[in-house]
T-cell receptor
């Protein structure tokens, strides 16, 4: 039972590069989320998806796009990475508590 | 907008002592969920306990219990007989009817030997 699988675990990007963080859950949950975690800021919601085919902005959506490909998968894309996007990113699915992936440590240089 | 406030950025207690972490939240809704999550140095987010707002009885999970005061919008976590493995960051979280989960900024807890 894998739960929530998030890839990659670590990534270094140069400013201006793009990348997609992948997330998949096998618990048949409707709702999925992307958070970023920065020191002293807790977890801040970037985007969430209440069901397949729907996405909504969270607290800090600027610079990100998401795709809810199907019920299992919810990806986060950085089109042009900036140093301010250096953070730890978490994907989660919910029913009703959140189940988290292992996190991605992203560094933008 | 809903907010979650954890007023204690950092705490330290001796092993085997009891410690209480504070959390307050702001909402106009009557039905919601509250959670406490633990994040050890491994970075993994682990659910500690959850409380449904319509339930008056405080949730308990082994050494972890909550004091849920709905009128005061307070949701504190009590850890009894604290252990070295309880050293972690603890996050209080609120989920509204839109299914958005909002987190506090966290309390870093150190259990001292």
């Amino acid at each position: 039972n894998a739960g929530v699988t998030q890839t990659p675990k670590f990534q270094v990007l140069k400013t201006g590069q793009s990348m997609t963080l992948q997330c998949a859950q096998d618990m048949n949950h409707n709702s999925m989320y992307w958070y970023r975690q920065d020191p002293g800021m807790g977890l801040r919601l970037i985007y969430y998806s209440a069901s397949e085919g729907t996405t909504d902005k969270g607290e800090v959506p600027n610079g990100y796009n998401v795709s809810r490909l199907n019920k299992r998968e919810f990806s986060l894309r950085l089109e042009s990475a900036a140093p301010s996007q250096t953070s730890v990113y978490f994907c989660a699915s919910q029913d009703p508590e959140a189940f988290f992936g292992q996190g991605t440590r992203l560094t933008v240089v | 907008a809903q907010t979650v406030t954890q007023s204690q950025p950092e705490m330290s207690v001796q092993e085997a002592e009891t410690v209480t972490l504070s959390c307050t939240y702001d909402t106009s809704e009557s039905n919601y969920y509250l959670f406490w999550y633990k994040q050890p140095p491994s970075r993994q987010m682990i659910l500690v306990i959850r409380q449904e707002a319509y339930k008056q009885q405080n949730a308990t999970e082994n050494r972890f219990s909550v004091n849920f005061q709905k009128a005061a919008k307070s949701f504190s976590l009590k850890i009894s007989d604290s252990q070295l493995g309880d050293t972690a960051m603890y996050f209080c979280a609120f989920m509204n009817r839109d299914d958005k989960i909002i987190f506090g900024k966290g309390t870093r807890l150190h259990i001292l030997p």
